[in-house]
């Protein structure tokens, strides 16, 4: 037997939804919401029917400054309807839509994406374990991932060590402007930073950290808006001479070698945004991650 249909019923669940996508959209204006995490979590049939219902034009008008003649401006760009809504976007319509969401998100929301740290100082300074007791006490916080043509060492993993890449496929990286920044290491090699995988930890609002060389950071600040660089330095050059005789990885020739690069580094400190002496482990970590926190986007509005 056919239940009745009960239009009050209806009617105030329709207008309890319109209520409900109206708070939503306020929360999106006031930046409570990712943009670019609202319209990936549309597609999921899972979703809150609040925001897979939320019409597209509707969804753009919610970016603060946006309003009725640039989100058309869009909808006309990727053949998106107004009254398309976020959940029942074909894969095209999707697919196009989605990387001028992203556009937008990037310009209006700086404040919700993470900051891209570089980290650089002399060999033998303790780069990596000042890194290291970042990461492993602020979760926001990540090491990006290099790319590289050497081989594959044993117990390394693709995308979790390094990229593994052929020589033709990182001349490509480069070629498209793919790579943040790059080097030839020990003459032999290449190493660089992937710019993709990096943007899209920043959409998510993780900090993520580039711990290169001094050439290399200054490429990345040439490359990336807002990047924060900071030098690490040893408490003296004594310090450093101490630390990599102690740990004994390299021979005499190599220690003098990488001694004399770290006299020339040390001189290029002036060009970082800041310098942190790592006198112990504990306090370089806490004045990375405190400067990474306090030196938001100026433009931004909300932490």
Do not use: C
Not at 73 to 100: C, F, H, I, K, N
Request: glycine share 8%.
């Amino acid at each position: 037997m056919t239940k009745d249909f009960d239009a009050v019923a209806a009617s105030r669940r329709g207008v309890e939804m319109r209520r409900l996508r109206a708070e939503f959209k306020k929360q999106l204006r006031a930046g409570e919401h990712r943009l670019i995490t609202v319209f990936d979590d549309a597609e999921d049939p899972r979703t809150d029917p609040v925001v897979r219902g939320l019409r597209v034009e509707w969804f753009l008008r919610s970016i603060p400054g946006f309003g009725a003649t640039k989100t058309r401006a869009v909808l006309d760009r990727v053949g998106v309807s107004p009254t398309a809504t976020l959940g029942g976007l074909r894969v095209r319509q999707r697919a196009a839509l989605r990387g001028e969401v992203l556009a937008l998100y990037r310009r209006y929301f700086p404040h919700q994406r993470g900051r891209l740290i570089v980290l650089a100082g002399p060999s033998g300074v303790g780069k990596g374990t000042v890194v290291s007791w970042i990461t492993s006490r602020f979760p926001h916080f990540v090491v990006s991932v290099s790319a590289t043509t050497r081989p594959r060492r044993p117990g390394e993993r693709e995308g979790e060590h390094y990229y593994f890449v052929s020589p033709a496929e990182f001349q490509a990286l480069i070629a498209r402007g793919d790579l943040l920044e790059w080097a030839v290491v020990h003459g032999e090699h290449r190493y660089g930073t992937p710019r993709g995988p990096v943007e899209a930890l920043l959409d998510e609002g993780r900090n993520v950290i580039l711990e290169i060389d001094v050439q290399g950071a200054k490429q990345v600040k040439r490359a990336v808006k807002g990047a924060l660089t900071i030098f690490i330095a040893p408490p003296s050059f004594e310090a450093l001479e101490d630390r990599l005789s102690a740990r004994g990885t390299e021979s005499e020739p190599e220690r003098k070698r990488r001694l004399v690069t770290a006299e020339r580094e040390l001189r290029r400190q002036k060009e970082f945004d800041y310098v942190v002496v790592n006198d112990s482990v504990e306090r370089a970590g806490q004045s990375i991650v405190d400067l990474a926190l306090a030196s938001r986007d100026p433009q931004a509005t909300k932490e």
